[in-house]
């Protein structure tokens, strides 16, 4: 069964310091990667996403995130925060190829604060 | 606005009652998802729809839960006889069959008191 872990619940960092939140991920497959951000109340935004191609993607807001096949991980990084970054981010993996696209599966997100 | 709708947005119940959400994908997209989100979890997935077809349902999706989409347009999550455990955020997304981008809406979070 497809899983993701996110090892860090809650990380505080200072507005202007670089930030990796980390995402390992089990699935059987190719997989199909995403981040998201979901502000407090809200949906989910998308951030950035890997199907397959070069191992660093870059993303909206500033973010990138590198996928690692032989560490099963694809963490998001950003060099320099922003106040405005607070906010809860999930890891999701979800099939990938053709019509084999369905659901994705979640971690159970990092909340990031901000120091000013 | 042309992404994904849900409304309503919060909605309270007593247990016992029956409640009803709506999702409205974006206009071309045919794959439409169903998750829900508990305080401090991510979503996790209940059921999705390729236009008017109900292709998967989560073993979380008990009988007294039901979705439909009957045109492939919009569709509704029903909840039978509501229990405080399905107080949460029910999330909808959709995407095209083509691509596994997954666009989500607002959400409807559900209390049940």
């Known amino acids: 069964a497809q899983s993701v872990t996110q090892p860090d619940i809650h990380i505080t960092v200072s507005e202007g310091a670089s930030l990796e939140l980390r995402c390992n991920y089990s699935?059987?497959?190719?997989?199909?990667l995403f981040w998201y951000v979901q502000s407090p109340g809200q949906g989910l935004q998308l951030l950035l996403k890997?199907?397959?191609?070069?191992?660093l993607v870059q993303g909206i807001k500033g973010f990138e995130a590198e996928f690692k096949r032989s560490q099963s991980s694809f963490n998001l990084r950003k060099p320099s925060v922003h106040w405005s970054d607070a906010a809860e981010y999930f890891c999701?993996?979800?099939?990938?190829?053709?019509?084999?696209?369905?659901?994705?599966?979640f971690g159970q997100g990092t909340i990031l604060t901000v120091h000013p | 606005d042309t992404g994904v709708s849900q409304d309503p947005r919060h909605k309270i119940t007593k247990r016992g009652q029956n409640v009803t959400f709506r999702c409205d994908p974006i206009?071309?997209?045919?794959?439409l998802y169903w998750y829900r989100q508990t305080l401090g979890q991510g979503p996790e997935f209940l059921t999705y729809?390729?236009?008017?077809?109900?292709?998967?349902k989560s073993r979380l999706l008990s009988d007294r839960f039901s979705a439909e989409r009957p045109k492939g347009s919009f569709s509704t999550l029903e909840i039978q006889r509501t229990e405080q455990g399905d107080s949460a955020m029910y999330l909808c997304?959709?995407?095209?069959?083509?691509?596994?981008?997954?666009?989500f809406g607002p959400g409807t979070r559900l209390t049940v008191l």
């Open positions: 699935y059987g497959a190719t997989p199909y």
């Open positions: 729809f390729q236009n008017e077809a109900q292709l998967e």
């Open positions: 890997y199907f397959s191609g070069d191992t």
């Open positions: 997304a959709s995407s095209l069959v083509t691509s596994g981008e997954q666009f």
């Open positions: 999701a993996v979800g099939p990938a190829g053709g019509t084999s696209y369905g659901k994705l599966t």
């Open positions: 206009s071309e997209h045919n794959r």
